[in-house]
């Protein structure tokens, strides 16, 4: 037994001691939408505030890397699997409370249920989050966005918990330092809820702009196939799906992992897929288009452990 293996096991026991339910070499491939990857060293979901403080102190003390995982929608799970501990927000952090044009969200509640709850209420704003498979913490991390609107257009502050320290706090917007695809939270960093401030609108007519992202969507996305979505952030003034498909790579497969069809910023997987075949693809996508537009395109998509590969031939 590995001297890591031996860690893992101290600290199941030890959280399982306190009453907490961890599930050892827990399968990631069906938690994530690209359905690939390997198993969890330990899967631990928590249900309270409380619980989340100890597990992330025992899983820092014992320098064991730890791994939040939302809906899997924007993760790439190597094939080895997570080495550590991969955490998941249980029912206790979902739920959304509208009070005027304040809403307050759990981190674990889906994006396209707060889009729809608040549209019935008559608050828009938030209804391109019924395009994003994400969680509400989730969206914060990497500051999600759709049909030209994104996390930082509403949000007012986000209840974060430091996994190294224990403290949970109230960071406001301007310490979230949300821009394009990207805010300040490190991986230690544990979103808990998040509170948005929408407009007032007719419901009918927010529905109406929800029904439209959903049309668009299943016209120009390839719904029906695993993918993780948008593979590539686009580069200023251009579109990564145009870069990738003027590189002539719709089609472009490896393995079990193709470029899609009917979305070119898109990666889809069929059954037998592994996820060195899905990063391979990424490498190559990137690889072709440099070589084709001289522009470097940055994956969106977290590579949980899996490293660049060198050999894309």
């Not at 029904?211 to 695993?226: F, G």
Request: aromatic share 4%; with cysteine.
């Amino acid at each position: 037994m590995s001297s890591g293996d031996v860690t893992l096991a101290a600290l199941e026991q030890e959280l399982t001691g306190t009453g907490v339910t961890v599930v050892p070499r827990a399968a990631l491939d069906q938690l994530t939408t690209l359905r690939v990857g390997g198993p969890a060293g330990l899967f631990v979901t928590v249900e309270d505030e409380q619980t989340l403080v100890a597990v992330t102190a025992a899983t820092a003390r014992r320098a064991v890397p730890l791994l939040v995982l939302g809906r899997g929608s924007n993760l790439l799970v190597q094939d080895e699997g997570w080495p550590g501990v991969v955490l998941r927000l249980g029912s206790g952090f979902r739920g959304t409370v509208v009070d005027g044009t304040t809403v307050r969200a759990g981190a674990a509640e889906p994006m396209p249920s707060v889009a729809v709850h608040t549209a019935r209420l008559g608050l828009t704003g938030f209804a391109w989050g019924a395009a994003v498979p994400g969680t509400m913490g989730g969206g914060v991390r990497m500051n999600a966005g759709a049909h030209g609107a994104d996390m930082a257009a509403s949000l007012v502050s986000a209840r974060v918990l430091d996994g190294r320290s224990g403290a949970v706090e109230e960071w406001e917007a301007g310490r979230l330092e949300l821009r394009y695809r990207h805010s300040a939270l490190e991986p230690h960093h544990v979103v808990v809820s998040v509170e948005l401030v929408l407009e007032p609108d007719e419901p009918v007519r927010v529905m109406a702009e929800i029904d439209a992202i959903r049309t668009w969507r299943r016209e120009h996305q390839p719904l029906n196939r695993p993918s993780c979505g948008s593979v590539f952030t686009n580069p200023p003034g251009r579109s990564a799906g145009a870069l990738i498909e003027e590189a002539g790579l719709k089609g472009a497969r490896i393995g079990g992992a193709e470029v899609s069809e009917t979305h070119a910023n898109f990666i889809v997987t069929s059954e037998g897929a592994r996820a060195a075949d899905v990063a391979a693809l990424i490498d190559l996508v990137a690889e072709r288009v440099h070589e084709h537009a001289g522009i470097e395109l940055r994956a969106e998509v977290v590579r949980a452990g899996v490293p660049p590969t060198t050999d894309v031939a």
